[in-house]
């Protein structure tokens, strides 16, 4: 009995994928969908690094303001 509900369970879900598969309403959603998601994951990537710059650059002022000579501050300019 097991076995049958889950031989049932899996063929429902084949199907459903077949018929995903043949709707042209549900292939442009999952495409949007796709899209969306690499979109937010630019936009974060972006402000990592846009973060990573500006902590980067007051580090290096509070240095130069804490009297660290220019010489290492360049040293770390070229990390």
Request: hydrophobic share 45%; charged share 35%.
């Amino acid at each position: 009995m097991l076995r049958t509900a889950k031989m049932s369970a899996l063929d429902k879900a084949i199907n459903d994928l077949y018929n995903m598969n043949n709707n042209e309403r549900l292939k442009e959603l999952a495409r949007m969908r796709e899209k969306a998601m690499h979109d937010r994951a630019s936009e974060l990537e972006e402000a990592m690094q846009t973060g990573r710059a500006e902590g980067i650059a007051d580090l290096l002022a509070r240095m130069a303001a804490d009297g660290v000579p220019e010489e290492i501050i360049r040293k770390y300019m070229q990390v």
